[in-house]
Nanobody
Framework: HVQLVESGGGSVQAGGSLKLSCETS???????MGWFRQAPGKEREGVAI?????????IYADSVKGRFTISRDNDKGTIFLQMHNLQTEDTAVYYC????????????????????WGQGTQVTVS
């Protein structure tokens, strides 16, 4: 049974920081893992993805570049999202996602490519 569990969400003032964590019980390779988010009334969007292709590939949504950092601990099956300088537009439910496949670069932020999802954690910036 595949299980992803997020933690670390909460409420923060604009300019503040939060760090999200996602633990996974997936036993097979987690070739691509990362974070998506869904704000009220909006579609779910890709935020940051890490692929272990080659030396590793990381991709960020333009809206979070320079503020968010994704990292992973393969030994523990955990992925993190460090978020700095949070803004009100970052308010959303954040979801951890994983794929056992090496996805093409231009598909990494496409939610349809991911088969495993966490339950989500709320991030509120005021």
């Amino acid at each position: 049974h595949v299980q992803l569990v997020e933690s670390g969400g909460g409420s923060v003032q604009a300019g503040g920081s939060l760090k999200l964590s996602c633990e996974t019980s997936i036993d097979t390779d987690r070739r691509c893992m990362g974070w998506f988010r869904q704000a009220p009334g909006k579609e779910r969007e890709g935020v940051a993805i890490n692929s272990d292709y080659g030396a590793g590939i990381t991709i960020y949504a333009d809206s979070v570049k320079g503020r968010f950092t994704i990292s992973r601990d393969n030994d523990k099956g955990t992925i993190f999202l460090q978020m700095h300088n949070l803004q009100t537009e970052d308010t959303a439910v954040y979801y951890c996602a994983a794929s056992p496949y090496l996805l093409p670069y231009d598909s990494l932020l496409n939610q349809d490519e991911y088969s495993h999802w966490g339950q989500g954690t709320q991030v509120t910036v005021s």
